[in-house]
């Protein structure tokens, strides 16, 4: 049988294995950081008027540029966070992923660098080797905050070109302040580019970043619809930043790499922003329930401000995931020494879960 390694692919793709978490049939999934409301029947049928229209044009190529999704991106981005945005500012693609690696295209490549802080999300060093972008991991503190001196220390000796900043950061869940982003803004200066990697921001306690890219060329908010619109299946992400910024991804992003039915779909789901949104208020308050009483049986918490909680702390984490695994409940063993991490789910599906970290605690400890 031919194996990867046995083809003529690249030497850094040598002995990697794919990014994924794993996709077990159990009456509780929370390991993916799954928004677990389905979509309301209403928008149901948008979706299935705004699709039905779409395909009665799908011998002809969507709108290149999907200009009208971006500007109801805009206007989301304008409502929501109180900074006007223009869709000159907007770029969307197929998830965010698919928007960071259209920046590496753009800014990183063969002979230059990204850095990021790790733990964080691990995709970042693997859409950079998929670029052939070198990759700088710069450590976190112990608590996974940023110790801001030393990162941006980090950024002046590695010189890179590209700095992620996840915030909040996934797996540990802990956001970046406001005056941490401009410091190391400031020290990458004008030969990088800073992404602030914002999947989770509407689970924050705290507010969006995206007014520091008023005056910062070189600064970019990225965002998703997977988590807060409970759209994980439609795969739609999207940037703001600079015009410029908006210019230089087109110059690597496929032609009509948006298909006529996502941008359909995505429009569907923008019409219905209220909505949504209160079902992210709901898992907020969840989650706030479940780490108040993982706290309380005794767990050591991560300051958690997005969808999901990383807690510990234990000897083996994976025996410990495979014993929550076998009461019905799938959480994430990430790699993080001592830690695990657990989704917010529906009331029903946090009582499971927390019923198995009782058990955790008896058996285990932590």
Known sequence: MTRIDDLPVRDELRGKSPYG???????????????????????????????????RNLNRYPDRDAVELRTELARYLTRTTGYEVTYEQVWAANGSNEVLQQILQAFGGPGRTALGFEPSYS?????????????????????????????????????????FITSPNNPTGNAVAREDVLALYEAAGPGAIVVVDEAYTEFSHGASLLELIEGRPNLVISRTMSKAFGAAGLRLGYLAADPAVVDAVQLVRLPYHLSAVNQATALAALEYTDTLLSYVEQLKAERDRVVAELETLGFDVTVADANFIQFGVFEDPHAVWQFVLDRGVLIRDNGVPGRLRVTVGTPEENDAFLDAAREVMKEFGA
């Not at 996709?23 to 705004?50: C, F, G, K, M």
């Not at 905050?145 to 590209?162: G, Q, Y």
């Open 21 to 55: 978490a794993p996709q077990l049939d159990v009456a509780v999934r929370l390991n993916t950081n799954e928004n677990p409301y389905p979509l309301p029947e209403p928008l149901v049928q948008r979706i299935a008027e705004r699709v039905a229209d779409a395909a």
């Open 123 to 163: 995709m970042h060093p693997l859409l950079a080797r998929g670029t052939n972008t070198g990759w700088v991991s710069a450590p976190r503190k112990d608590d996974f905050s940023l110790d801001v001196d030393a990162a941006a220390e980090a950024i002046r000796t590695h010189k890179p070109h590209v700095v």
